[in-house]
């Protein structure tokens, strides 16, 4: 009942998981959309070994979220992961990644970093859609490489940008469950706590169903509302940089 939400306001936990969860996001949306467009972009001309390229960079989104965690508690296992060794090689320190709350959580946001196959193939489509006429076009009146993808392409994939962010911000909810339920359970500290694990944990752990489902309608509401806004970003975005082309190629 209601008493569920209003024992939000008052459960300390409830406001450490959505922080955690608001940092994931804040952090893990741009970087994701920018891991996906650099390739995208860099790739979508058909050259020599592009179709291997492509495949390399999907290829992760393809890989179960459980075997993804365990390869990372792999990368960075304080003792024989990579990432550790190579920083002893350059004579850095070598934290011990879960151990510390705040190394603990940007763990995470790089795993979602690196993990872009979908928005990178969403992208690749968008790019590769855009009128040759309006490039080839831009390219005569003297535009760069970056000039092209300011005044075009950007306008073009715009759309497509705000939907992967709000898409990412469901994403962002089954990652966060998996890889933390997997690998730390919220520790250390409850740096890892996501408000899905902590759903759950309330839900299945504690028994307490109604909390978890109040918790769960908290999520919801984030997600539309993610929804609400990439459609506003979309029109009033596409309108902006609109605007901007057409001053810029007047």
Known sequence: G???Y???WRDELFWKALGNSLYFIVLSIPLRALAALIPALLLRADRRGATL???AVSLPAAIPETAYALMWLWFVNPLYGPINMALRWVGLPAPIWLA???SAKLVFVMMAALEVGEGFLILLAAVRAASPEALDAARVDGAS???LVRYILLPHIWPWLALLAASDLVYSFRFTFATSYFMTNGDP???TLFLPLYAYQESFDSLHFGYGAALAVVMLVMAVISIIVARLAVKGGVAVINALTSKHFA
């Open 189 to 191: 500290l409850y740096a």
């Open 6 to 8: 209003a024992q939000l």
């Open 100 to 102: 510390d709350p705040a």
């Open 145 to 147: 490489s970056l000039g």
């Open 53 to 55: 390229y492509r495949l």
């Open 2 to 4: 209601l008493g569920n």
